[in-house]
T-cell receptor
Framework: DGGITQSPKYLFRKEGQNVTLSCEQNLNHDAMYWYRQDPGQGLRLIYY???????QKGDIAEGYSVSREKKESFPLTVTSAQKNPTAFYLC???????????FGPGTRLLVL | EDQVTQSPEALRLQEGESSSLNCSYT??????LFWYRQDPGKGPEFLFTLYSAGEEKEKERLKATLTKKESFLHITAPKPEDSATYLCAVQAESSGDKLTFGTGTRLAVRP
């Protein structure tokens, strides 16, 4: 089955700790995205990548980092500089020549 | 700045009671408008993409329409399994890959 997988489903972060969220897709999509979802707010774009080894900051990139070493994978690191990391994190991907983004199941990040 | 406003914030319907959800948008040149359904604790599920005013798309009990200022998601004879949050997003011609999302409409359908 083709799709987008995110792991883990739940992630707990301690003060001062960096954590990495995984996003993998087997749809052969070139573009991948990371969004953050908070209660009462629309999804906000953190980072996106249109091609391997290239990525751009979204609206709320501070305190986050990404890499895109493989077409299938776009991991997101939440660094200790992100002071309010508790949120639902969503990964999405998009195929070439189409506008629609498809989403993974999400990772909920909680702070201990 | 691109803006998306969804109304109402929450809607409760009786099973079989048809209604519409609204998505008003302000964008400098619409490239596409997207509707998603999101169940609690899950990722958004794609429903429709609309590109130009006058366009309509249907899927089962859902029908999406688009004008130059807003989109409607019409739900005909809803069932309890239609209960979810419905998200609207726009993509502007000038914004590249960026989608601007509304805050969603929470729909509850009672049996």
């Amino acid at each position: 089955d083709g799709g987008i997988t995110q792991s883990p489903k739940y992630l707990f972060r301690k003060e001062g700790q960096n954590v990495t969220l995984s996003c993998e897709q087997n749809l052969n999509h070139d573009a991948m995205y990371w969004y953050r979802q908070d209660p009462g707010q629309g999804l906000r774009l953190i980072y996106y990548s249109q091609i391997v080894n290239d990525f751009q900051k979204g609206d709320i990139a501070e305190g986050y980092s990404v890499s895109r070493e493989k077409k299938e994978s776009f991991p997101l690191t939440v660094t200790s500089a992100q002071k309010n990391p508790t949120a639902f994190y969503l990964c999405a991907s998009r195929g070439t020549g189409v506008e629609t983004q498809y989403f993974g199941p999400g990772t909920r990040l909680l702070v201990l | 700045e691109d803006q998306v406003t969804q109304s109402p914030e929450a809607l409760r319907l009786q099973e079989g009671e048809s209604s519409s959800l609204n998505c008003s948008y302000t964008v400098s040149g619409l490239r596409g408008l997207f509707w998603y359904r999101q169940d609690p604790g899950k990722g958004p599920e794609f429903l429709f993409t609309l590109y130009s005013a006058g366009e309509e798309k249907e899927k089962e009990r859902l029908k999406a329409t688009l004008t130059k200022k807003e989109s409607f998601l019409h739900i005909t004879a809803p069932k309890p399994e239609d209960s979810a949050t419905y998200l609207c997003a726009v993509q502007a011609e000038s914004s590249g890959d960026k989608l601007t999302f509304g805050t969603g409409t929470r729909l509850a359908v009672r049996p």
